[in-house]
Nanobody, 123 residues
Framework: QVQLTESGGGFMQAGGSLRLSCAAS????????MAWFRQTPTLEREYVAH????????FYADSVKGRFTISRDRTKNTVDLQMNILRPTDTAVYYC????????????????WGQGTQVTVSS
């Protein structure tokens, strides 16, 4: 029904910035919220941020608050994650997710997932 495609991952030195993008496509797209999660090298699945589709209200994990910014374009059906002041602990595979029901930090509430994009932060 909905396909999510992430892009923008790569390698960055600590203190640098990266911008991730997630594009939604398909016949029907009616998300109530979109989010970013990440899976660390230790295989921990962590909530990063989410945004309410209509209102644009944003929410963040404590570990990224003040450094990351999530945004969305309702016309283009895209969600971005601006990541600043990157740390080696930000190294992970980042996943975009979309929900068609009430959702916040719970991964189980998200119906659609991208395939992930690798972010590696050195030093």
């Amino acid at each position: 029904q909905v396909q999510l495609t992430e892009s923008g991952g790569g390698f960055m030195q600590a203190g640098g910035s990266l911008r991730l993008s997630c594009a939604a496509s398909g016949r029907t797209f009616s998300a109530t919220a979109m989010a970013w999660f990440r899976q660390t090298p230790t295989l921990e699945r962590e909530y990063v941020a989410h945004i309410r589709w209509i209102s644009g209200n944003t929410f963040y994990a404590d570990s990224v608050k003040g450094r990351f910014t999530i945004s969305r374009d309702r016309t283009k059906n895209t969600v971005d994650l601006q990541m600043n002041i990157l740390r080696p602990t930000d190294t992970a595979v980042y996943y975009c997710a979309a929900a068609t029901e009430f959702a916040a930090r719970d991964a189980g509430k998200y119906s659609y997932w991208g395939q992930g994009t690798q972010v590696t932060v050195s030093s």
